[in-house]
């Protein structure tokens, strides 16, 4: 995955991220000026089919919103030539290599940040209704015309009783409508209405980033697996007899506080967690471990011809002397390190950079290991 141009118009990547992330909206005339989607409205609804796919339909029958969760077969979605229906497909770049190297432009901000790439296909007059989003969103316009109505963070109501989340009073700011190559940035909760233009596809971008609570209920339920080391056992050796029997004894309830307390968990628990937390693959996605798994030596001979990439599915990050793939935690053994940052920095590994290195080596172990799992493949 190469990091190739960030598609932002006449601003460089500083500029946009002083001016722009997290901050303001951002509309990017022909960002990118040829783009042709690589995935046609007849390929989304097939992946729209698939039971590893998470897929969404928003309509309007008699004026009422209405939303149905996918799978759909063919017969289940609209005609296409009835108005106001908007399919939703999450994950894209999950199950299609050219939408999942459209990611690489955006790589100019940590991939733990980027989320996924979702695609939305809609007939004239479509949309999913005023909403505000947590995150940060590239809106990629892929085909057809959208109407994009905009305005800034505010105290929010929802419509209630309907099946997704409206905002039930929007009053836009700006708006423009959004040609193919076009792209609007948005920081997280700005409010939003897309609206179809005739038959539109429109590609999101969409970005991550954990709240406080996500990752506390993760760490604590991951630290209740591992704590090792003595677990003492409350004891009241001593105890008067009570005439309160129902009473908190108040000499339990000072033990067990102390306990809570004083638990700290160590430094390498948090590094540890925090890495393996940020590269956990999504819930849909399973990785197919080699049934056959080859033999080191082979499979390291063919490494070496064709060099290797991290699947697309697969999620890396380094620190320090960790790497972290797919929620696990591994650490740089000397002389992988430079080569294992590589892989996560570039997502691949060329021939060149696998020549010299024997196949008794750490980074040989690790990488058969990582292909045999399905996190890494041969080049393509
Ligand atoms: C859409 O593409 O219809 C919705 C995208 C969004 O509002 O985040
Ligand atoms: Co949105």
Redesign the pocket.
């Known amino acids: 995955m190469r990091n190739l141009n960030p598609p932002l118009g006449p601003l460089s990547v500083d500029q946009f991220m002083r001016r722009h992330w997290q901050r303001k909206p951002l509309l990017i005339r022909a960002a990118l000026p040829d783009f042709k989607p690589p995935l046609s409205p007849e390929a989304l609804f097939e992946l729209a089919t698939r039971d590893d796919v998470e897929s969404r339909l928003v309509s309007q029958p008699r004026g009422r919103w209405r939303l149905d969760r996918g799978p759909f077969d063919a017969q289940d979605l609209p005609a296409r030539t009835r108005r106001a229906w908007?399919l939703?497909v999450q994950g894209v770049d999950l199950h299609v290599d050219a939408v999942h190297d459209l990611l690489a432009r955006f790589r100019f901000v940590p991939d733990v940040r980027l989320d996924d790439l979702?695609i939305?296909y809609?007939t004239d007059g479509?949309?999913?209704g005023p909403?505000v989003?947590s995150y940060d969103?590239f809106?990629l316009q892929a085909h057809g015309r959208r109407r994009w109505r905009i305005s800034a963070p505010r105290a929010i109501e929802l419509l209630p009783d309907a099946p997704l989340r409206i905002l039930s009073h929007f009053e836009a700011e700006q708006e423009w409508v959004l040609e193919p190559g076009d792209i609007l940035y948005l920081p997280p909760l700005w409010g939003?209405e897309?609206t179809a233009l005739g038959e539109c596809m429109?590609y999101?971008i969409g970005f991550r980033a954990p709240s406080r609570l996500e990752l506390l209920r993760g760490f604590l339920a991951d630290c209740a697996d591992t704590v090792s080391g003595p677990d003492p056992r409350f004891g009241d050796r001593g105890l008067a007899p009570t005439r309160t029997p129902g009473r908190l004894p108040e000499p339990m309830t000072r033990s067990l506080a102390g306990w809570l307390t004083n638990w700290r968990p160590t430094k390498r628990q948090i590094d540890d967690y925090i890495g393996r937390f940020l590269t956990e693959p999504k819930p849909s996605v399973w990785f197919e471990a080699q049934a056959r798994p080859p033999a080191l030596s082979a499979w390291w001979e063919g490494a070496q011809r064709r060099g290797v990439r991290a699947d697309r599915r697969s999620r890396l990050a380094y620190r320090g002397r960790h790497l972290f793939i797919n929620g696990e935690c591994f650490d740089m053994l000397p002389g992988t390190s430079a080569s294992l940052r590589r892989l996560a920095d570039s997502r691949e590994l060329p021939p060149d950079a696998l020549r010299a290195t024997p196949v008794d080596s750490d980074l040989a172990r690790s990488l058969h290991q990582w292909f045999c799992a399905g996190w890494i493949n041969h080049s393509r």
Do not use: F
């Open positions: 908007t939703l979702m939305s809609a479509g949309g999913v909403h989003d969103v809106l939003h897309g429109t999101s």
